[in-house]
Structures are given as structure tokens and as C-alpha cells.
């Protein structure tokens, strides 16, 4: 019996070194990729070599102000024709040959329609943002559904498109993935999938290597622009606020460091978490803010540029 097939899905910008290792690991899993759809961002950054050394990939070329997180994998989704569905970014390696594998377990099984990835710190990652991973992604796997909402509240919708799998023909019932998304475009596609009844599974098992050693300045850009994502979509997070995660992750991470002793690391953490937290408060309250605060703000500059011009 031929196992089911699965495509990848890989936005890119600028690739490089570590992305032509993601290639090559991937190249070498146990579970085989039929195709890889790669989404990049200005032609002129693209390796063409790629293309010959590995003849499984498809690329699209896009200008920088017409990606979109939504909408760039919305129509790499409609290019893949596969059962199943991998949504990577170019810097998430897989950490062994298994990830595939592993990643598609649940939804082979029926036991989910979405699965997502373990993602485990690189070598240089700090040991705060360390201690975040730690949290957000443990060691022990997960299947979540609607019933886990009162107990796990916005963790319920929690779901990562550094690494994730989805079951295709689910995936393009519930409409797929939002066209124009600032960010959390997986975690509306997530929240669809929980409230129709299906289930999402954490793969513990399977493992990318993906950290970021963020500047307080960078955290506040990219928690503006998940503010804005939940705003927009006050259907999903009004009842389910953010607030609470958040603070039980600055409680675990501090007494690690103080275990850890390494309790004068908590004035970076304070420091860290209040750019987060007032990024995503303003984010929150983008309509109120003129469009030079925002320009200001923001990580993704061209999506406001598409949005105002389709205003005017």
C-alpha cells in the first residue's frame, strides 16, 4: 500500500546557507516529499542551482509588496496537490530525518487535521529566549480540542507555521488560510479547525531547530503586529484573551533564572517583556493611532500599504 503523499510550502526571502541545508536535510527524510513550493520574495536574492540540485521544487518569484502571510501560503496551498501539507519557514531545520515522519503521524492516524513541530533553541540562542522555548514547546506531545479551551484558554489555538502539517482536503473545506493576514495566519486557520470540532496535535517528536535572539526594539514590532492580527479578529480572541500566557511564561522564566542563578538576567526579562507587552497593547489599538505611528510600529510595512490603498 502506497503511503499517502505531502508537499512542502516554503516562503523565502534572501536564502542562503541555512536554507540550502534545510534543503538538504529535507532531501534525506525518512518519509519522502513529493514537492517542495517555494515562495520567494525578490528574484534577484534566488540561487537557480537550487532548482537543478534538487528537481522536486517549484518556485514562485514575488515582488516584496505582494507577500503577505496569509495570502503568499494561501496560494502556495493551492499548488500543492498532495494529501497532506507542510508549511515551513527557510530558517526552521529539521532536527533529524524523522520530522516528516513524525510531524504527519496524528494525521495519518485520523487523530488530528493539523499537526505542528517541536522547535528547539539553535546553539547561540540567549538563555532567555531559551527558557521560552522551553516553555512553549516541552518535551511532552499534546492533541487539543474544543474541550481543552476552558482549561488551556488561548493555547487551545496555538499553532506554528515555523513547522506544520495539515490535512489537505480538511484544510481547503474550512476555506484555508486567511487571504490578507499581518501574522497568526495559523493560528486563524488553527481556530477554525478547533470550533468546526476537528483536533491539532503538538508533535513533540518532531523537531525543527528555530530560535531568534530578538532585540527589545524587535520584539516590539513583532508583538504590534500580533496585536493587530487578534484586532482584527476579535471573533477568535475577545472571549480567549493573551494576557494570561503571557504572564505565566515571564513567572516560569523568571524562576528558572533564579534557579539557574542567574536572578540579574530578570531585568533584561522585565525590560524584554514590557517592549512585548506594549507593543501588543498598541497593537491592539492600531485604529487609533495615525499612520506614521503605525509605519513606525510595525514589522510588515507593506501590508499597511496595500491595506490603505485599497481604502482609497
Known amino acids: 500500500m502506497e503511503r499517502p503523499t ?3 510550502v516554503i516562503p523565502t526571502y534572501k536564502p542562503g546557507k541555512i536554507f540550502e541545508e534545510l534543503l538538504r536535510r529535507l532531501s534525506r527524510q525518512t518519509y519522502p516529499v513529493t514537492k517542495i513550493v517555494i515562495m520567494n520574495t525578490e528574484e534577484q536574492y534566488w540561487q537557480r542551482r537550487w532548482e537543478q540540485e534538487y528537481p522536486i521544487l517549484q518556485v514562485h518569484h514575488l515582488d516584496k509588496a505582494a507577500f503577505d502571510h496569509g495570502g503568499t501560503r494561501a496560494e502556495a496551498a493551492r499548488l500543492c496537490n498532495s494529501e497532506y501539507m507542510i508549511c515551513m519557514t527557510q530558517d ?6 524523522r520530522l516528516v515522519e513524525n510531524l504527519l503521524k496524528p494525521l495519518i492516524s485520523g487523530e488530528a487535521q493539523a499537526s505542528y513541530a517541536r522547535q528547539l533553541p539553535a546553539k547561540d540562542c540567549h538563555l532567555i529566549e531559551r527558557l521560552t522555548r522551553e516553555f512553549n514547546y516541552p518535551e511532552k506531545s499534546v492533541v487539543k480540542s474544543s474541550l481543552d479551551l476552558e482549561q488551556m484558554g488561548i493555547k487551545t489555538y496555538f499553532l506554528s507555521n515555523v513547522c506544520a502539517a495539515y490535512n489537505k482536503a480538511t484544510y481547503e473545506a474550512l476555506g484555508g488560510f486567511t487571504e490578507q493576514a499581518i501574522f497568526n495566519e495559523d493560528m486563524y486557520y488553527a481556530a477554525e479547525l478547533i470550533d468546526s470540532g476537528y483536533r491539532i496535535a503538538y508533535q513533540a517528536e518532531a523537531k525543527v531547530i528555530h530560535s531568534h535572539n530578538y532585540t527589545c526594539m524587535q520584539q516590539f514590532h513583532r508583538n504590534f503586529d500580533m ?6 479578529r476579535p471573533e477568535i480572541f475577545q472571549n480567549i484573551p493573551s494576557e494570561g500566557e503571557g504572564i505565566a511564561l515571564v513567572k516560569k522564566t523568571a524562576s528558572s533564572l533564579i534557579k539557574k542563578k542567574k536572578s540579574w538576567m530578570i ?3 522585565v525590560i524584554q517583556s514590557a517592549s512585548k507587552y506594549l507593543g501588543y497593547l498598541m497593537g491592539k489599538e492600531y485604529r487609533k493611532l495615525p499612520r506614521a505611528v503605525i509605519r513606525f510600529c ?4 507593506a501590508y499597511w500599504e496595500r491595506q490603505w490603498n485599497q481604502k482609497n
Not at 496585536?227 to 482584527?232: D, L
Not at 510595525?298 to 510595512?301: D, V
Open 298 to 301: 510595525t514589522m510588515n510595512p
Open 6 to 8: 505531502v508537499d512542502v
Open 227 to 232: 496585536g493587530v492580527s487578534q484586532a482584527c
Open 92 to 97: 526552521a531545520m529539521p532536527a533529524d530525518s
Open 267 to 269: 531585568v533584561l526579562l
